[in-house]
């Protein structure tokens, strides 16, 4: 056990060292220095533990693995050296695998499991531990001990990029995946998460746009926990394989769709619409369709990020637009309203702001919410680079006050 211990910390820092980057290039011992707590197991104050260790470095000393030098005059050690003529006598008691081997294999096993896949972070993700793996002999600290859990993700990695942005139930996912219902929420899923956030650009910046938890990131990416629920509200009629839902019948608080019921939707009636009100917050939609709904308008609520299906949704009602149909877009005045209204326009390009104005900033600026000098720069370069130009004059009130102003503002108006 002890020979075990004493091994294994001189490998790690055999596997830190330019000796196993870049062999022949440095002329540095790997070892571990007692006055600098490298070999915290070795409390030489305490004579049984120290005489019991002194035993051990003297048996491995005397099978040629390590080098030790001791205190002058004293029983005591000064530092262990690893012989790395020896190392693979060290690895093997050790029970380990020597970093050149365990990262080809694994590089070996990501490539070829997913040569197939076309999912742009997993990709990002495959590239570059494959890059770490054959270049520096780094592998993830999950693979070192043993494939279990990169053998997992490989298999939901696959699985996941069959669905081609589709949608499917976290359960139904971990049952094809492993058989077993619960296997990815309890194994998986949070590996899987940290990749998909680290190696998603669009999902970091949904993240940074608002709190999301666990759920809610999984949804985005196409697993949900539970179907969402879509919210809309007017004078509409909603055609589906299995015959008509009348909208207007749930005046003035609408009906709320569970995502499935998405894929059953053939077309939106739209003939008595007008103006389509899409609207972020939650409580500003309640408020808007029991206080301000006209009846020519449909008012829809965005909720914020938009997962596949809802985007599939989304698509659905854009299908049905005719051209005299006015489209708008009402979130908070802040950097995340800005570029939720950007991805909104890639369904209706005539889309429109609502109360996301200067003069909104300029009257409720009172009431906004006091942003760092960081994030006012990153407004300032959004102008300077001219991203999002509809609402350039709304940033530059941003920045003139320090604030943003939230949806709710406007409810104690």
Known sequence: MKENILLSRLLDKYEKSKHLSQPGSSTRRVMLRIEKHEFPEYDYEDAQVRDEWNETVKTLESRGLIGAEWVSGRPVLSCVT??????????????????????????????????????????????????????????????????????????????????????????????????????????????????????????????????????EQLAYLGIYARPELYELSGNCMIQTENGSISVNAATPYGLALPSPCVDLIQSFDLRGIQKIVFIENKTNYDEYVTTELHPEELAVYHGGFLSPQKRKFFEKIAASVQNQIMIVFWADID????????????????LLPMRMSAENVESLHSTGLKRPEHYLGEIQAAINGGKYPLFHEAMKKIVEYGVTIEQEAFLTE
């Open 82 to 215: 690893l012989n790395l003529e020896r190392l693979s006598e060290c690895y093997q008691i050790t029970g380990r695998i020597h970093p050149r081997e365990l990262s080809s294999v694994v590089a070996q096993k990501i490539e070829s499991s997913l040569s197939q896949v076309t999912t742009d972070w997993i990709l990002g993700w495959k590239e570059d531990v494959c890059r770490q793996a054959k270049t520096l002999f780094r592998v993830p600290a999950y693979c070192k001990k043993d494939f279990s859990l990169l053998d997992k993700l490989l298999t939901a990695f696959i699985l996941y990029d069959s669905l081609h942005g589709g949608s499917i139930t976290m359960r139904a996912f971990s049952s094809k995946c492993y058989q077993n219902t619960k296997t990815f929420e309890r194994e998986v899923r949070d590996q899987f998460l940290r990749i998909a956030l680290e190696y998603s650009q669009k999902l970091r910046e949904v993240c940074e746009q608002s709190e999301m938890g666990e759920r």
């Open 335 to 350: 950097l995340g309203g800005f570029r939720m209204f950007e991805r909104l326009q890639a369904f209706f390009p005539s």
